[in-house]
């Protein structure tokens, strides 16, 4: 009698699950072993991963970056698969050559003389709350900037711990303590270069409005809606490759389908939604209604079940986050309390990016797009009274502005939090109103009496932005929509205040839980449920090579269990 072969069923299609499909199909007697397939209930592979074409160029809807090339094994890849060079126009192939213009509200363009200081300190504070400089005066390797910085970077975490502890300190409330020094530090300092009336801006205003801008950007980095709500410890535990970080020129679909590649026709079962996921604890036999020995049973949308030995579950945070919250019977029984309680504790965020094409008809043939800069907008606070009133308030926390590359027709800008919501509700017209609105306001010449107001040479050097014609003409717009995808629930994972490195871990571990002694439970049946994805990464949690670490993980890990049974 031929033995029966182990079931293993992967839910998504994604980095994480097609790889653990890639290593378990290519594992040497994997076919003799195992039975597999990959359940994804969209129409498509990639999960967050989503290349697409805009106006001519090839675009990402989700993942973009390789995070650091330096040992990457997403970089790899594409280096194998000759992934890095086309010949068609790709999102940020020319990386950001073009150096950015900083304008303020209201039109004033601003001497790097003021901006440099605050984004080398905004900079110095991430590195500091990242772990990736120690700090020493008696260091040697280190500047004078950079000792300083990280006095700075003391003084902040000082203050935050006296008003509360490490335990609970966010990254948000430590850059703005960081500030603060900042000022402290300054004071009766560069009297000479106070702004005199620039405008309705002081010089303190705007410098807090660049460090906004760049608080701005780091809420797209981590994906926290409010910084105030990032986790302060567990920053230093995220890691990043060393190198440059780099876009991937046929797309980082392609990586995906490498993958797939594999993979024979008919394994990987598209708008295969699962609805509830039937499993055994060590305590309870539940009898799943069929006589068989497989211990966990998939509930379809479209009616139909499917039994199996052992499953990975590769969904997102949201979606996890979704199935607790809702109560939605996802799995049966419910999913355990050390599982429950990080999935809840953990933050998943919304990310958004919105491309834009600019219109041609008011152009000849061949327009020159190389006009449009690239623009780092420094807005008054929301509830400043020299505000912009018709720049719409989901706009105010958006950073930049700027073409794909150097004289693309497509404008890029990312979002976050609740604007990125806001900006899935909005129809196109109401974007195009909106964008124009406030591009009308940073590339128009300010008025004359805000003119005649801009004293300070040194920090401006009497420049007003000299951008003659203002309009911008849209033509259309695209919009990623991850935050009401059902699929997804949102963008990717960090660690919030309350939450720790150890949350991602126990995301790692399967069900039924192993005993303390990293055995399985011997009342039933090991390896039931597998949790696989970015949010089960410690160190690379948000990142797609996170997730492909995640799916080598998992595939692993039942590979060793077979092997160890002597199978």
Same mark, same amino acid.
């Given at each position: 009698? %031929? ?35 990959? %359940?994804?209930?969209? !129409? ?52 950001? !050559? ?10 004033? $363009?601003?001497?790097?003389?003021? %901006?440099?200081?605050? !984004? ?7 590195? =500091? ?7 020493? &005066? ?72 660049? +460090?906004?801008?760049? $608080? ?44 797939? #590649? ?20 060590? /305590? ?21 079940? *499917? ?13 996890? @986050? ?42 000849? *043939? ?7 800069? +690239? ?39 990312? +979002? ?22 406030? %591009? ?17 040479? &040194? ?28 699929? +997804? ?23 039924? @839980? ?19 994805? /970015? ?6 949690? #948000?990142?797609?090579?996170?997730? =492909?670490?995640?799916?080598?993980? $998992? ?13």
């Amino acid at each position: 009698m %031929v033995a029966k072969k182990s079931r293993i069923v992967i839910i998504g299609a994604g980095m994480a699950g097609v790889t653990a499909a890639n290593k378990l199909f290519t594992a040497t007697g994997s076919k003799d072993l195992f039975e597999l397939c990959v %359940v994804e209930g969209g !129409s498509r592979i990639g999960g967050r991963i989503n290349t697409s074409e805009f106006g001519g160029d090839r675009i990402e809807m989700g993942a973009t970056w390789i995070h650091g090339i330096g040992g990457s094994p997403v970089h790899k890849i594409a280096q194998e698969i000759h992934a890095l060079e086309s010949e068609q126009p790709w999102e940020c192939m020319d990386g950001s !050559s073009d150096e950015p213009k900083t304008i303020a509200e209201c039109g004033f $363009e601003l001497n790097p003389t003021l %901006v440099d200081p605050i !984004s080398s300190l905004f900079k110095n504070l991430m590195d =500091y709350a990242q772990g990736k400089k120690v700090f020493d &005066e008696s260091t040697e390797t280190e500047s004078k900037g950079d000792v300083e910085y990280g006095n700075l970077g003391d003084k902040a975490s000082e203050v935050c711990t006296s008003n509360g502890g490490l335990g609970q300190l966010s990254v948000g409330s430590f850059l703005r303590q960081g500030l603060e020094a900042y000022w402290v530090s300054k004071k009766n300092q560069d009297e000479e270069l106070k702004l005199n009336g620039y405008g309705n801006w002081s010089r303190r205003l705007l410098e807090e409005a660049i +460090f906004a801008m760049h $608080e701005s950007t780091q809420r797209t980095y981590t994906s926290a809606g409010d910084l105030l709500t990032l986790d302060y410890s567990a920053e230093s535990e995220y890691r990043m490759f060393p190198g440059e970080e780099i876009t991937i020129a046929k797309g980082y679909l392609s990586i995906v389908q490498s993958l797939a #590649s594999v993979l024979p026709p008919g394994l990987i079962q598209l708008g295969r939604k699962v609805t509830k996921i039937e499993w055994q604890q060590p /305590e309870t036999h539940i009898n799943n209604g069929y006589d068989d020995t497989r211990p966990v049973k998939l509930h379809f949308s479209d009616g139909s079940v *499917k039994l199996a030995d052992h499953v990975i579950v590769t969904v997102s945070l949201g979606v996890l @986050k979704a199935s607790i919250q809702q109560d939605s019977g996802m799995f049966n029984p419910p999913l355990p309390s050390f599982k429950t309680e990080a999935i809840s504790r953990l933050g998943f965020g919304v990310v958004n990016k919105l491309f834009l094409q600019l219109s041609s008809t008011h152009a000849t *043939k061949g327009q020159d797009f190389s006009k449009f800069p +690239f623009l780092q907008m420094v807005f008054h606070r929301a509830d400043s009274e020299f505000r912009h009133k018709k720049i719409p308030w989901w706009m105010r926390k958006t950073a930049s502005l700027c073409p794909l590359y150097h004289n693309s027709s497509v404008l890029l800008s990312w +979002f976050a939090g609740k604007e990125a919501l806001e900006l899935e509700s909005l129809k196109d017209e109401e974007i195009i109103n909106g964008v124009s609105a406030t %591009v009308s306001s940073f590339l128009s010449k300010p008025q004359k009496k805000e003119k005649e107001n801009c004293h300070s040479h &040194e920090l401006c050097n009497g420049n007003v932005n000299s951008q003659e014609n203002s309009e911008v003409k849209i033509a259309k717009v695209l919009k990623s929509q991850w935050g009401n995808d059902p699929l +997804f629930l949102g963008s990717y994972s960090y660690v919030a205040v309350g939450s720790s490195g150890e949350d991602l871990d126990t995301m790692a571990e399967p069900l039924p @839980k192993l005993n303390s002694c990293g055995d399985e439970p011997a009342t039933s049946p090991p390896l039931q449920i597998l949790f696989a994805g /970015e949010a089960t990464h410690r160190t690379h949690y #948000s990142t797609t090579h996170g997730a =492909y670490f995640s799916g080598l993980r $998992e595939a692993n890990r039942l590979l060793q269990h077979y092997h160890h049974l002597g199978v």
